[in-house]
């Protein structure tokens, strides 16, 4: 933290204030959103330009717009606000009867293949603990894992883990999935670089899996052709059976869709194929009791279930 800047001068109603001028261009209608009136509302940002030592937006006869510090702020305003929210919902829940609380982010393969069984034996064995799951991509997670928004996560190896306490806990074997009528269906096994001949479906942009193998056609000096790209594995298949290309997709977490759609899998030979999934928490995080308590039965589970494999 600056320590010129007091944190008994910035409040919250401030904050919201600021973010709602920010979000409307008008100090007026941000004023108006939080019920204040123009005199106090133009007041308090002021003080919050001179709390924190720098012109927070740029105004103009048309309105208001956020300089580069301002951008900054509202950043961290909403990473507040979003952190109060849970404060109060999780205070909510005691009141309930709830005794803990476990916040878990996780990708699509471990939603998939993992976490479903591995959650529902720890809430039969916890019934008194309330876990918040949400599917992010890997990259999200990290960062939610650092900005102390998750307490758990679990992620596909491969993204930046400086500041995370890591332990796999999963193999995510990748291959390549097509129709059976495409000119790959016959093969066994292949490289990557012999697909790239040939259209892909992929995952929407920020996907780590997609980051993957874009990165891997790039070190090939190539690009992949991606003919379409989907929000799910499930619609990538759906894609992939009608031969509107082929995709990489993680076998066991989409062993039920290939089987339906009675879909091939060809092998990739490249040693990046062999994927790990990765279950962290931030280094030095003070987990609670419930968090930790999440945390050891999917270690538990998850090292139960290699041994098997």
């Not at 940002?45 to 740029?58: F, H, W």
């Not at 995370?164 to 990557?192: M, R, W």
Request: proline share 3%; charged share 20%.
């Amino acid at each position: 933290m600056n320590p010129s800047i007091n944190p008994a001068r910035i409040d919250f109603v401030t904050l919201k204030l600021f973010c709602a001028v920010a979000q409307t261009g008008s100090i007026t209608k941000g004023a108006s959103e939080c019920s204040l009136a123009l005199s106090a509302a133009s007041r308090r940002i002021s003080e919050l330009e001179e709390t924190v030592g720098i012109s927070l937006l740029d105004r103009s006869a048309r309105g208001v717009s956020l300089t580069q510090a301002g951008h900054a702020v509202m950043q961290h305003a909403l990473r507040l606000f979003q952190g109060f929210e849970q404060f109060s919902n999780e205070l909510g829940e005691y009141s309930k009867g709830v005794k803990g609380h476990a916040r878990l982010w996780a990708n699509m393969s471990a939603l998939t293949e993992f976490l479903p069984s591995a959650l529902a034996l720890f809430l039969k064995e916890n019934p008194e603990i309330q876990i918040e799951v949400e599917e992010q991509i890997s990259g999200d997670i990290v960062r939610a894992l650092l900005d102390g928004i998750a307490d758990i996560g679990v992620f596909a190896e491969g993204s930046p883990t400086a500041g995370l306490e890591t332990q796999i806990i999963g193999n995510d074997e990748l291959v390549i999935a097509c129709s059976k009528y495409h000119p790959l269906s016959k093969k066994k096994n292949i490289t990557f670089e012999e697909c790239l001949d040939y259209d892909f479906v992929g995952l929407n942009r920020g996907s780590s899996l997609l980051e993957l193998t874009s990165r891997s056609a790039e070190k090939l000096g190539r690009q992949m052709r991606l003919r379409i790209q989907v929000r799910s594995y499930d619609a990538m298949c759906q894609m992939i059976a009608v031969n509107l290309g082929i995709g990489v997709l993680p076998l066991q977490a989409c062993l039920a869709q290939i089987q339906a759609m009675n879909l091939e899998v060809v092998k990739l030979k490249d040693v990046w194929a062999q994927r790990k999934l990765l279950l962290a928490i931030k280094i030095g995080a003070n987990l609670s009791p419930s968090a930790n308590l999440l945390r050891e039965h999917l270690l538990k589970q998850c090292s139960t279930s290699l041994v098997k494999n």
